[in-house]
């Protein structure tokens, strides 16, 4: 069962808690923490370990049952939805939106598009070239390398 996933789930008291949870598994099986088929911890079971309401978890679950997520098997639990396709299009949507929020942030820092392009591109390249500080910018430059700027 799941519920090791939500254990690190740090909640923000700026947005609904349903919303969340929901989050946290659609983010989840995008990373493939969570497979199709996997159950998820009972109703109860979760509002005990994050501490909620149990009818925050219930509306987060019901959400996620119309949303084509989980499917709810009576009397044996809650199971990841097991249609591939479903969760290669959740996957698509959690990395538009990821970019989406990247490209927003680095306007607000006054970045152009070309120079955002230009510092991806550094970026990923630093990810690929063996003995690189692995894209971390904390991380010290490797000889040979030059700081982002």
């Given at each position: 069962?799941?519920?090791?996933?939500?254990?690190?789930?740090?909640?923000?008291?700026?947005?609904?808690?349903?919303?969340?949870?929901?989050?946290?598994?659609?983010?989840?099986?995008?990373?493939?923490?969570?497979?199709?088929?996997?159950?998820?911890?009972?109703?109860?079971?979760?509002?005990?370990?994050?501490?909620?309401?149990?009818?925050?978890?219930?509306?987060?679950?019901?959400e996620?049952?119309?949303?084509?997520?989980v499917?709810?098997?009576?009397?044996?639990?809650?199971f990841i939805?097991?249609?591939?396709?479903?969760?290669?299009?959740?996957r698509?949507?959690?990395?538009?939106?990821?970019?989406?929020?990247?490209?927003?942030?680095?306007?607000?820092?006054?970045?152009?598009?070309?120079?955002?392009?230009?510092?991806?591109?550094?970026?990923?390249?630093?990810?690929?070239?063996?003995?690189?500080?692995?894209?971390?910018?904390?991380?010290?430059?490797?000889?040979?390398?030059?700081?982002?700027?």
């Amino acid at each position: 069962m799941a519920g090791h996933l939500f254990s690190n789930l740090d909640l923000d008291p700026e947005r609904p808690i349903y919303l969340q949870i929901i989050e946290a598994v659609r983010l989840a099986v995008a990373r493939g923490a969570l497979a199709p088929g996997d159950q998820i911890p009972s109703q109860r079971d979760l509002a005990q370990q994050l501490r909620v309401n149990p009818n925050t978890v219930q509306r987060a679950y019901r959400e996620m049952e119309y949303m084509g997520l989980v499917e709810t098997q009576r009397g044996t639990g809650t199971f990841i939805s097991p249609d591939p396709e479903r969760w290669r299009q959740v996957r698509e949507e959690a990395i538009h939106a990821e970019l989406a929020r990247f490209i927003e942030t680095m306007v607000q820092l006054g970045c152009t598009g070309e120079q955002i392009v230009t510092l991806v591109r550094a970026a990923v390249d630093s990810l690929a070239t063996p003995g690189s500080s692995g894209g971390r910018p904390d991380a010290p430059a490797q000889e040979g390398e030059t700081p982002h700027g």
